[in-house]
Nanobody, 121 residues
Framework: QVQLVESGGGLVQPGGSLRLSCAAS????????MGWYRQAPGKQRELVAT???????NYADSVKDRFTISRDNAGNTVYLQMNSLKPEDTAVYYC???????????????WGQGTQVTVSS
C-alpha cells in the first residue's frame, strides 16, 4: 500500500513554468516506475513522462525538451518541471506508481488525486 499526493498546480501564463510534486507515503523508487499523466476536459488520459527505478526517463513527444521528470529518493518525491507552458498543457495532472508484484501475474498500480494546471492569458 502506498499513497501519492500531488501538489504544485495552478494558473500560469503561456511561456511560464510550474513544478509539480508527487509525495509518496513510503520509499518505493527502488522498485517502481513513476509516471506523470494528464487529462484535459473531453480528452482521454495521456502519458506525460516516466522515470524507472534505474533512472531512465521517457517523455511524450508533445512535452519533450520542455518538461523534465526527476526524483528525490530521500524525500520520496517525484517532480515534473514544466517550462515553456502552452494552453494545450492545461489538464489535471496525476502521479502514478507501478511495479511488478512478487506474486506471479500480479502487479501494483497506484494513483494520486490529481492537481490542476491551467495555462491561460
Amino acid at each position: 500500500q502506498v499513497q501519492l499526493v500531488e501538489s504544485g498546480g495552478g494558473l500560469v501564463q503561456p511561456g511560464g513554468s510550474l513544478r509539480l510534486s508527487c509525495a509518496a507515503s513510503r520509499s518505493i523508487f527502488s522498485i517502481a516506475t513513476m509516471g506523470w499523466y494528464r487529462q484535459a476536459p473531453g480528452k482521454q488520459r495521456e502519458l506525460v513522462a516516466t522515470i524507472t527505478s534505474g533512472g531512465g526517463t521517457n517523455y511524450a513527444d508533445s512535452v519533450k525538451d520542455r518538461f523534465t521528470i526527476s526524483r528525490d529518493n530521500a524525500g520520496n518525491t517525484v517532480y515534473l518541471q514544466m517550462n515553456s507552458l502552452k494552453p494545450e498543457d492545461t489538464a489535471v495532472y496525476y502521479c502514478n506508481a507501478h511495479w511488478a508484484s512478487i506474486l506471479p501475474g500480479r502487479n501494483h498500480d497506484y494513483w494520486g488525486q490529481g492537481t490542476q494546471v491551467t495555462v491561460s492569458s
